[in-house]
């Protein structure tokens, strides 16, 4: 079935420095995928839409300056956490879409990143 | 924006018993996903339902779809220990199907 491998698991860094947060597709080849943000006990809330090879498209309120997004390949989606701030802390998580069809496919998650920014 | 409202937003059942959980959203859909969370773990697709079915089962988990009322409910039956998590309703949209989550139901299933 479709994996997808997402690290690190969990990341503890200093304000003022930048994280990134990999997300792979491993066997199959994702054209979209989709970085999530979630607060404890909430639910996902959708940051980013990446397509491989173009911008990618940030939700109303995400901003684009903090949280970059790179897809350069069809297996390979990351996020950059740029000076982040102890606001930033929080569970992030990645999900692939791919295929001819949503019925091949459907949606494969990351098992997720925790960061905390001290 | 939130698409789906789950509930109950929590809900604690005996092992054995059967749970039932909710989820409304708003707009038209071409189907609708239930998912799983395990505690600080990435989700886990569980079952989808498409718009013009009104049933589907997959072992013990039944899940509804009522278009008219824009709703949908999950049944888990002869609940286990290890079906404690957060179940999510999700509908995909947009340009790019992009996924958009319910708040969510925390079932606890206490042994």
């Known amino acids: 079935g479709a994996v997808v491998s997402q690290h690190p698991s969990w990341v503890i860094c200093k304000s003022g420095t930048s994280v990134k947060i990999e997300c792979r597709s491993l066997?199959?080849?994702?054209?979209?995928m989709f970085w999530y943000r979630q607060f404890p006990k909430q639910s996902l809330m959708l940051m980013a839409t990446?397509?491989?090879?173009?911008?990618?498209?940030?939700e109303q309120g995400v901003e684009k300056d903090k949280f970059l997004i790179n897809h350069a390949s069809l297996t390979l989606s990351t996020l950059t956490v740029t000076s982040a701030h102890p606001e930033d802390s929080s569970f992030y998580i990645c999900s692939a879409r791919g295929g001819l069809t949503f019925g091949t496919y459907g949606y494969t998650f990351g098992s997720g990143t925790r960061l905390t920014v001290v | 924006s939130q698409q789906g409202e789950e509930d109950p937003q929590a809900l604690s059942i005996q092992e054995g018993e059967n749970a039932t959980m909710n989820c409304s959203y708003k707009t038209s859909i071409n189907n609708l996903q239930w998912y799983r969370q395990n505690s600080g773990r990435g989700l886990v697709h569980l079952i989808l339902?498409?718009?013009?079915?009104r049933e589907k089962h997959s072992g013990r988990l039944r899940v509804t779809l009522d278009t008219s009322k824009k709703s949908s409910s999950l049944l888990i039956t002869a609940s286990r220990a290890a079906d404690t998590a957060s179940y999510f309703c999700a509908t995909p949209g947009g340009s790019n199907y992009k996924l958009t989550f319910g708040k969510g139901t925390l079932l606890t299933v206490n042994p």
């Open positions: 990446s397509n491989e090879g173009s911008k990618a498209t940030y």
């Open positions: 339902i498409r718009s013009n079915e």
């Open positions: 066997d199959f080849q994702a054209t979209t």
